[in-house]
Nanobody, 119 residues
Framework: QAQLQESGGGSVQAGGSLRLSCAVS????????MAWFRQRPGKEREEVAR?????RATYADPEGRFTISQDNAKNLYLQMNNLQAEDTAMYYC???????????????WGQGTQVTVSS
């Protein structure tokens, strides 16, 4: 069973940047879908960005402040620029390891990493 472990969260001032990492360990299929989610205080969990099995990225934020990427070892990253107070949240990575679908919300989850942005 593959596992996910996030890191890179922290406290920054508005306008700052953070890079989140999600390490994938254990056996995984060659092509699978991954995503970053976040849960802001008092809000439901929401998807931030995803990479599908073909490496295509999609984003919930139309402003282009976040960039999702993946390395050859399938570890996942989220570069976050121009962070704002409303980006304060617990950030999670998730993966659909089935190799045939792209439903990371229904797959495996990491424990999360906290991002706090002060204005």
């Amino acid at each position: 069973q593959a596992q996910l472990q996030e890191s890179g969260g922290g406290s920054v001032q508005a306008g700052g940047s953070l890079r989140l990492s999600c390490a994938v360990s254990g056996y995984v299929v060659k092509r699978f879908c991954m995503a970053w989610f976040r849960q802001r205080p008092g809000k439901e969990r929401e998807e931030v960005a995803r990479i599908d099995r073909d490496g295509r990225a999609t984003y919930a934020d139309p402003e282009g402040r976040f960039t999702i990427s993946q390395d050859n070892a399938k570890n996942l990253y989220l570069q976050m620029n121009n962070l704002q107070a409303e980006d304060t949240a617990m950030y999670y990575c998730a993966a659909d390891f089935s190799g045939v679908s792209c439903a990371p919300a229904l797959g495996s989850w990491g424990q999360g990493t906290q991002v706090t942005v002060s204005s």
